[in-house]
């Protein structure tokens, strides 16, 4: 199987090429990266084996579908802020995953980071939790939270920006 990093540069680099459709398969699993329009990026989708495929078909091609349609509309809402703040960060960290976000391991704990936190590439910054499977995300770049998108408990896309770092 694909580690999450492996599948962003997958993504990347089908996103930066001529290319509409792109499959990898290994060892059972296949991974399909479509591209729905020239200024979307592809949505992966991934498939284990099945027994009955009908059932796993809908969930997996309807849903990236869906995404990449979600994700062109927040480009275009978002378009004219960005230009208003992009000196005051240098990346975006962003879901890996669809998910609920969370700030703080437990309800009691308090957040992993805050504005102003300073961060290391290995950092935790939150928990994304998906299909009861609760994944740390890491800052990826070492730097300064300059601000926080999304709120504790919050509903996440794949690709949706979390942070916004001021790299060192």
């Known amino acids: 199987m694909l580690k999450v990093q492996e599948i962003r ?8 090429s001529a290319i509409d459709e792109f499959t990898y398969e290994s060892e059972g699993t296949t991974v399909t990266m479509k591209k729905s329009g020239s200024h ?3 949505a992966p989708v991934v498939q284990e084996p099945k ?5 796993a078909e809908p969930t997996v091609v309807q849903e990236p579908k869906v995404q990449a349609e979600e994700k062109k509309e927040a480009v275009h809402t978002e378009t004219v802020p960005k230009e208003e703040v992009s000196a005051d960060f240098d990346y975006e960290i962003v879901s890996p995953m669809v998910g609920t976000m ?3 391991p437990n309800p009691e704990s308090d957040a992993y980071v805050s504005k102003g936190s300073k961060v290391e590439k290995d950092t935790v910054v939150c928990i994304v939790e998906a299909m009861k499977l609760f994944n740390e995300i890491e800052a990826e770049v070492s730097g300064e939270i300059v601000e926080i ?3 504790d408990g919050e509903l996440v896309e794949y690709g949706q920006p979390l942070f916004r770092v ?3």
């Open 40 to 42: 979307s990026a592809p």
């Open 51 to 55: 027994p009955v495929e009908r059932q």
């Open 102 to 104: 969370y700030s703080s």
């Open 149 to 151: 998108l999304v709120e």
């Open 9 to 16: 540069e997958l993504i990347k680099l089908v996103d930066q």
């Open 166 to 168: 001021k790299k060192k």
